[in-house]
């Protein structure tokens, strides 16, 4: 393990609104950081909103606020807020998200897993056979999923197998190359370039 950490526990504040409902501000500075020494933070008074892993994908890994990479989504919000449409911001909040959840506690697999959600998250709006569920992403409690979510949900178990058949290793650069690799061929897109 390396030689990153959290500033503590957060502080934060459920705020109650409409919809969702998932809405939190932090109520003190709160960061992370990495193995490089770079501090991530989220600062006091930000609102977050939980891990950016489409919602089609809970099912599978949990909801925003549950599990160990709870710490980690926190700091990973801010990143991809600051991040905007710069892509290499966004990736780089990505990996941290990788680093921040082995921090938190996650397995080596989960954090894979997790940063595959997040880097799914990252391209949802690119890829035509998922672009149809952006627009049930917010829609709430449903019983059963459209075709794109089921789409969706099928394409990240296969590229999480396509992942973690090749060996559980921890190297941020190699899970970003096999996570590109998987992700290209389910797509058919260049996904190197998100």
């Not at 770079?38 to 919602?55: L, M």
């Not at 980690?72 to 780089?92: E, F, G, T, Y």
């Not at 959840?101 to 997040?118: D, E, H, K, P, T």
Request: negative net charge; aromatic residues 8%; glycine residues 8%.
């Amino acid at each position: 393990m390396n030689n990153d950490s959290f500033s503590g526990k957060p502080r934060t504040l459920w705020l109650t609104e409409s919809g969702d409902d998932r809405q939190m501000q932090i109520l003190e500075l709160f960061t992370y950081t990495d193995p490089d020494g770079k501090v991530w933070d989220a600062p006091e008074g930000v609102i977050i909103n939980g891990a950016s892993i489409p919602r089609p994908l809970w099912t599978l890994v949990g909801s925003p606020y549950t599990g160990d990479y709870r710490r980690a989504s926190i700091v990973h919000d801010v990143a991809c807020d600051r991040a905007k449409s710069d892509r290499k911001l966004r990736r780089a909040a990505d990996r941290m998200f990788y680093h921040a959840c082995r921090a938190g506690g996650c397995s080596v697999a989960q954090s894979i897993i997790f940063y595959l959600g997040v880097r799914i998250g990252a391209i949802w709006p690119l890829v035509p056979q998922w672009r149809p569920a952006l627009r049930l992403a917010d829609s709430g409690a449903r019983l059963s999923k459209s075709a794109a979510e089921e789409r969706m949900e099928a394409d990240f178990r296969l590229a999480g197998e396509m992942i973690l058949s090749q060996g559980e290793v921890d190297d941020a650069d190699e899970i970003e190359r096999r996570t590109d690799d998987a992700l290209s061929k389910l797509t058919s897109m260049e996904v190197q370039k998100f």
